[in-house]
């Protein structure tokens, strides 16, 4: 049960981080990107960085992978986000997210191997229609009529990079201490995205900075979607398999439209209501036909334990 609220949670913060990022999208999207990394680096560093610092050796062995889950989770999926609101509505936005769960679980099937039922692709295509459903308030069809621009080929960047960092997830997170990594990552990121934001203020000028007007909403990506949201869908992917965690994405619109109706008095339309009735049904038949990963066979007598990656790298 708990990865599944740790799933309902992500969806809950990366609705806001879509609600907030459209909402300061005066500023340019490199510097929101470095300023969420900046306030989640300094939430974490009175917590982790002992842990960081005895990891150290590790994480320079592990350098490959450390640096495939901070590009893609950390450093280039929400950039990418940020950027595509500069061009795109947050509704285009949240119609392509809809492509990560199918991505992922397309990865999942090629790169990991895993088995896959046509029951969890039937609930997949189930809670996608019931996503667009519900960005479209029961007009379907009125997807094609969406006006697409360059913010949607951006957009399709962060897809691709948050189905890559699933897997990378999968793969490789379980090496590396769980705050340790998070803070490792987030300044690691932080480093790669500074000289960006040094060209992207050579290009457009430094931006007009109001703390009244932008400080409480880059606190709130910084604290939320930037640390909680990273740390929660860590561990839910760990428990539950990349597919089955990121199937839990397709309830983004239904997310950002309780925002909308509870913040925005946006209006509550049957067809809204049915479209999430029917994204909870598609996740539910996902997240139930999902193998749950078989236990390890017992070594044979007298055979040596498999050792843990950690335990194969400390030797």
């Known amino acids: 049960m708990l990865p599944y609220l740790l799933m309902i949670m992500v969806v809950i913060f990366y609705a806001g981080n879509i609600l907030v990022g459209e909402a300061l999208n005066d500023l340019p999207p490199l510097t929101i990107a470095f300023a969420r990394l900046a306030v989640a680096f300094l939430c974490l560093a009175p917590l982790a960085a002992r842990t960081a610092w005895r990891s150290r050796a590790l994480f320079l062995h ?10 893609t989770g950390v450093a280039f999926f929400n950039t990418f986000i940020y950027a595509a609101l500069q061009f ?13 769960p199918a991505l992922t679980l397309a990865l ?3 790169v990991l191997r895993e088995r896959l039922r046509i029951l969890q692709w039937s609930g997949l295509a189930l809670s996608i229609l019931g996503a667009l459903w519900v960005i479209t308030d029961g007009q379907i069809f009125a997807v094609t009529q969406l006006q697409w621009n360059i913010g949607d080929g951006i957009m399709l960047g962060a897809v691709a990079s948050w189905a890559v960092y699933s897997i990378a997830v999968t793969r490789y ?3 590396f201490p769980t705050f340790g990594v998070l803070l490792v990552m987030t300044g690691l990121a932080a480093m790669i995205l500074a000289p960006l934001v040094a060209l992207e203020w050579m290009a457009l000028g430094p931006p007009a900075f109001s703390p009244t007007e932008h400080l409480p909403g880059l606190l709130y990506l910084g604290v939320f979607p930037g640390l909680l949201a990273l740390l929660f869908y860590n561990r839910a992917v760990q428990q539950l398999g990349a597919a089955r965690a990121s199937s839990f994405l397709n309830f983004l619109p239904v997310a950002t439209m309780a925002g909308a109706v509870l913040w925005l008095d946006a209006e509550l339309t049957p067809a809204k ?15 139930r036909a999902g193998r749950r990963p078989s236990p390890r066979p017992s070594p044979a007598p007298g055979s040596a334990h498999p050792s843990s990656p950690n335990e194969t790298l400390s030797n």
Request: no cysteine; proline share 2%; hydrophobic share 55%.
């Open 62 to 71: 592990e350098w490959k992978p450390l640096l495939l889950l901070t590009l």
């Open 88 to 100: 795109t509505s947050s509704t285009n936005v949240s119609v392509l997210e809809t492509l990560i």
């Open 108 to 110: 999942s099937a090629l």
């Open 173 to 175: 997170l379980s090496l």
């Open 273 to 287: 209501v049915t479209g999430a009735l029917v994204v909870v049904l598609g996740v539910s038949i996902t997240t």
